[in-house]
């Protein structure tokens, strides 16, 4: 064993990280249809208007504005349509005064009329004039060329995130693809010899691989794209060659092999190939938790166990993670939550701990770090600061929700 000589806060933890963090710089072209989620990397401006003709906003009538004036229901105007123009079609007749033309919405508004009344306020009387029951504005009910987007307008500006209106926007000024930053590719590879890929047949002493896909999710719902690896057995040679394996990505996420067993080796895989930023935190669960450079490539050495695993995705490699990817920081829901029973917390650790809501009450969730049920049956997280080390039953606790 080579104990722990020291750990650092979580706060030093997250210094370091902040600090090492690289946005990507690579950019891609990516078509509109999958480019929701993603970052621009580039202003985009608009080379039409939008709309691209003036149109009518109500199925309704063009009318001269003009001729509509002291309308009202007992006094109508009274118009002689002149033609119907729905949507797709240009009409090549001039609406004149004292007449009108019928128009749907979204129709390319005629020559000569100048608002639209809506068909609410109008009816047919029995000669086939339409009459007008209300005074248009001129203007009215018409939505003008390029009042929505004008051309050379900034439809999106470089950093911002492409949102499902942005990728609208995009494509109503008829973009096929955008300039984007590319996601960042996360390599991650499980470390232990009795760690085996599922679809495998269990020898005894193997268990599956359960942080390959925690860790594939986590970074997948997060900006990056997932690129995992074959476990890697624990001897130096293995754990250097998985690091050599993983020198195309933007990021490399390790588990297992973290702590300070025999067997515990990626330290001198680390050593061999890179530098330590940190090895150690004060939390709970996930002390034994690294963070190096690899050849330029920042390394995250996760713990094995599956919920100190996946706990210190969610703290540190989640924000980590958007940041590389340009993505604004996660905010996760909280609630207020009175706690269903007291709960003892190590001393001298930040201790995350899971809770189940049950009718608003917080039930303690945590069994052990080893255990993933400890979050796969939790509805969320408190805190417990590392000079605290009791909460009791009843306190109002923040729960942080996954
Ligand atoms: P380690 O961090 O390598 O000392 O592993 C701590 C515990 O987590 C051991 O019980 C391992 O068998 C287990 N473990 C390590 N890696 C994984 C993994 N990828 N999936 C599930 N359990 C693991
Ligand atoms: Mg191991």
Not at 140 to 150: L, Y
Not at 215 to 234: M, S, T
Not at 353 to 368: E, S, W
Not at 386 to 397: L, N
């Amino acid at each position: 064993m080579r104990p722990f000589t020291s750990t650092i806060s979580l706060d030093e933890a997250r210094r370091r990280l902040d600090a090492a963090v690289r946005p990507i710089a690579r950019t891609e072209r990516v078509p509109i249809e999958h480019a929701a989620g993603r970052v621009a990397s580039a202003d985009v401006t608009s080379p039409m208007d939008v709309p691209p003709f003036a149109r009518s906003a109500m199925d309704g009538y063009a009318v001269v504005a003009a001729d509509t004036a002291g309308a009202s229901t007992s006094t109508p105007a009274r118009l002689r349509q002149l033609d119907r123009i729905y949507t797709g079609q240009l009409s090549s007749i001039t609406v004149t005064p004292g007449a009108c033309v019928e128009i749907a919405t979204g129709a390319p508004l005629p020559a000569g009329a100048d608002a639209v009344v809506m068909v609410e306020e109008t009816a047919k009387a029995a000669d086939g004039a339409i009459q007008i029951f209300s005074a248009a504005a001129a203007g009215q009910n018409i939505s003008r060329r390029g009042a929505d987007i004008a051309t050379g307008d900034r439809v999106v500006a470089s950093g911002n995130v492409l949102t499902p209106s942005r990728v609208g926007a995009l494509a109503a000024i008829g973009c096929v693809d955008v300039e984007a930053f590319a996601k960042p590719r996360v390599a991650i590879l499980s470390t232990g010899n009795e760690v085996i890929e599922p679809g495998r047949t269990l020898a005894p002493g193997q268990i599956f691989d359960v942080n390959r896909f925690t860790l594939g999710a986590i970074v997948a719902a997060h900006g990056g794209v997932p690129e995992p690896h074959r476990p890697a057995q624990d001897t130096v040679g293995a754990l250097v060659a998985a690091l050599d394996a993983c020198a195309l990505a933007d990021l490399v996420v390790f588990s297992g092999g973290s702590s300070v067993g025999e067997r515990d080796l990626v330290v001198d895989a680390i050593a061999a190939r890179g530098e330590m930023i940190f090895h150690g935190i004060a939390v709970r669960p996930g002390k034994p938790t690294a963070f190096a450079r690899v050849k330029g490539t920042p390394f995250f050495g996760m713990p094995g166990n599956p919920t100190s695993c996946l706990s210190n995705a969610y703290i540190l490699l989640v924000p980590f993670l958007r940041a590389i990817a340009r993505l604004p920081p996660h905010a996760p829901r909280t609630v207020q939550a009175p706690l269903g029973r007291k709960i003892v917390s190590a001393a001298g650790r930040h201790q995350f701990y899971t809770v189940r809501l049950t009718d608003g009450v917080a039930y303690p969730a945590f069994k052990g770090s080893s255990d993933i049920t400890s979050l796969s049956q939790a509805d969320g997280y408190l805190e417990i600061p590392s000079d605290q080390s009791v909460v009791d039953e009843g306190a109002m606790v923040k729960v942080t929700l996954f």
